[in-house]
């Protein structure tokens, strides 16, 4: 059973003896170096750069699906990679403006 799975993947249009399946793998390296700067402080965080990580990621996402045959390892990644820009963006964007207005609102509150 195991064998015959394997050889199935291995058949597959997507499979390991193709492009298809060995760029979406080497792409994984971006969404972990993603990952791994999550303990980056939010200042070094770039709008760019992570703007393009997430909108790429959801292109590409879409991507995998419609080509036929549909792409899960394609998709996966650009998922990720999405999930992981927008998460960076999310923390520039509480960094650089929610938080600076919270000292502002209570130094307001105290001065009342």
């Given at each position: 059973?195991?064998?015959?799975?394997?050889?199935?993947?291995?058949?597959?249009?997507a499979g390991p003896k193709?492009?298809?399946?060995?760029?979406?793998?080497?792409?994984?390296?971006?969404s972990i170096a993603n990952i791994?700067?999550?303990?980056?402080?939010?200042?070094k965080?770039?709008?760019p750069m992570q703007a393009v990580v997430a909108c790429s990621?959801?292109?590409w996402a879409r991507y995998?699906?419609?080509i036929i045959p549909k792409n899960w390892n394609?998709?996966?990644?650009?998922?990720?990679?999405?999930?992981?820009?927008m998460y960076q963006l999310s923390r520039k964007i509480k960094h650089d403006y929610l938080e600076d207005a919270k000292p502002e609102a209570v130094a307001a509150e105290e001065s009342s």
């Open positions: 059973m195991a064998s015959s799975k394997l050889q199935a993947l291995w058949n597959h249009p193709t492009i298809h399946f060995w760029a979406p793998t080497f792409k994984w390296g971006i791994s700067d999550f303990s980056k402080p939010p200042e965080i770039s709008y990621g959801l292109i995998g699906m419609v394609l998709f996966s990644v650009n998922l990720t990679m999405s999930v992981t820009g």
